[in-house]
Each structure stands twice: as structure tokens, then as C-alpha cells.
Nanobody
Framework: VQLQASGGGLVQAGGSLRLSCEASERTFSSYAMGWFRQAPGKEREFVAAISWSGGSRNYAGSVKGRFTISRDNAKNTLYLQMNSLKPEDTAVYYC?????????????????WGQGTLVTVSS
């Protein structure tokens, strides 16, 4: 499956952005999905994950309460609503797909990756 992430940009601290990730396959609903991010000079880290149905979600502690992951299986699209953004949220954000019904927080468990979209939060 091919993934196309979009929605990144420059925003002031306290602002909001919504990232989207469009999948190329109609079997999108059979994949668990996740968002990861990589800041300059740092390793890629888990942000959020959602099961195939959307019924199960998991968040990194650093974003819990500020970010919301969701999906629209009819549109083959994954979303990440980011509110109350902080400068430390600055990173390239990647969406990923796991050919499995359950969610995962570890990047090696994901089979497909999007190209990334840059989010920059200014102070």
C-alpha cells in the first residue's frame, strides 16, 4: 500500500494542525495505522496508533490530551488532529500501516511508510 501524508506546515505555539494520510488501497480498513515523528538529530518516535476499526487507540504520553488520531475507512484516510502545539512537537511526521488488526507502538512492526510531512512550531 502507498501512503501520502500531507497537512504539515509552520504554526505558532498553541496553534493547531491536522495531518492527513491517504492510502492507495481499498483494503485500507484491514490495516492498523500509526503516526510517528522524527525531530532533527533524534530517533523516530511513536506518536499515536489506531486499530482497523478505530475502536482502539494509543498515544505517546507527550501528546496525550493534545493530539487525536482518527480514520475514515470510506475515504482510505488517516488523520492526526494536533492541538496546543509546542515547539518540541517540531518534527517530520510519518504515517505507517501495519497489515494487522491490532495496534502497535514499535516502528519495526509497521509494513508501509509514507514520505513524511514537516511540522514546525515556533515559540
Amino acid at each position: 500500500v502507498q501512503l501520502q501524508a500531507s497537512g504539515g506546515g509552520l504554526v505558532q505555539a498553541g496553534g493547531s494542525l491536522r495531518l492527513s494520510c491517504e492510502a492507495s488501497e481499498r483494503t485500507f480498513s484491514s490495516y492498523a495505522m500509526g503516526w510517528f515523528r522524527q525531530a532533527p538529530g533524534k530517533e523516530r518516535e511513536f506518536v499515536a496508533a489506531i486499530s482497523w476499526s478505530g475502536g482502539s487507540r494509543n498515544y505517546a504520553g507527550s501528546v496525550k490530551g493534545r493530539f487525536t488520531i482518527s480514520r475514515d475507512n470510506a475515504k482510505n484516510t488517516l488523520y492526526l488532529q494536533m492541538n496546543s502545539l509546542k515547539p518540541e512537537d517540531t518534527a517530520v511526521y510519518y504515517c505507517a500501516a501495519r497489515h494487522h488488526f491490532t495496534i502497535a507502538t514499535m516502528s519495526p512492526l509497521y509494513d508501509y511508510w509514507g514520505q513524511g510531512t514537516l511540522v514546525t512550531v515556533s515559540s
